[in-house]
């Protein structure tokens, strides 16, 4: 029933019918942006509490439920900001649906709603959570295509070659510089996190194994000082 006050929202067939009744469309309107808003929050705590007796059970359904009710909240946040894209709680929405596309497998668009949530001058209440996120995030597509076989990364460095010898460098993928760089962000943003040592370290370890060690060398040093 909740759903179907949607039916009777902005630019609505039954809104457009009733222009002649303005006070009833606009609280017709109110009803249908609540119904909206709660609706992917509805499904939004549901996701939470399956994926919550997943960790505790162990029964992968929990899990494959939980990603489609993720799936739903996110469906119900995306819509709510693509309609309502002023209103007062836009910043937290759009970390809820950075959250929900993050837990329903959808990495790519949760980097960049979680990178949007990081550098937005709306608010600062979710950048440290969504500067971490947008680095898992990474880190999960990262992994995917290391799985899929389309990513290979090196262990060490290429050979050194020529007179003198040189290390050559190679071309760093797109979605390790991508990484990279969310990385570098986080520090810069969170000077005083304790994730930092590590994610320097993991970025100064991508520029030595593909070669780039003039790089390398200098965020080592940093590392070290």
Do not use: C
Not at 87 to 112: C, K, R, T, V
Not at 123 to 138: G, H, T
Not at 166 to 184: C, G, K, M, S
């Amino acid at each position: 029933a909740r759903a179907d006050l949607r039916n009777y929202g902005r630019d609505s067939e039954w809104s457009e019918a009733n222009g002649d009744h303005p006070e009833a469309v606009r609280e017709a309107e109110q009803l249908a942006r609540n119904a909206l808003y709660d609706d992917a929050v509805r499904h939004h705590q549901i996701a939470q509490n399956l994926r919550q007796r997943f960790i505790e059970e162990q029964t992968p359904v929990l899990m494959e439920r939980a990603r489609e009710e993720y799936n739903l909240a996110a469906q119900g946040y995306r819509a709510y900001i693509d309609q309502y894209p002023n209103d007062p709680d836009a910043y937290e929405i759009s970390y809820n649906l950075a959250e929900a596309m993050f837990f329903s497998g959808q990495f790519e668009d949760a980097a960049q709603a979680y990178a949007a949530v990081r550098d937005s001058n709306l608010d600062d209440r979710f950048r440290a959570q969504a500067a971490f996120r947008a680095v898992k995030a990474l880190e999960e597509i990262r992994d995917g295509m290391v799985r899929r076989g389309e990513l290979q990364i090196p262990d060490e460095p290429p050979e050194a070659s020529g007179e003198p010898p040189r290390v050559p460098q190679t071309p760093i993928p797109e979605i390790l510089t991508r990484l990279n760089e969310a990385r570098d962000t986080h520090v810069r943003l969170l000077p005083e996190s304790g994730r930092n040592p590590v994610f320097a370290y993991q970025t100064a370890q991508i520029f030595y194994r593909y070669g780039h060690w003039d790089e390398a060398r200098q965020r080592f040093e940093q590392i070290y000082e």
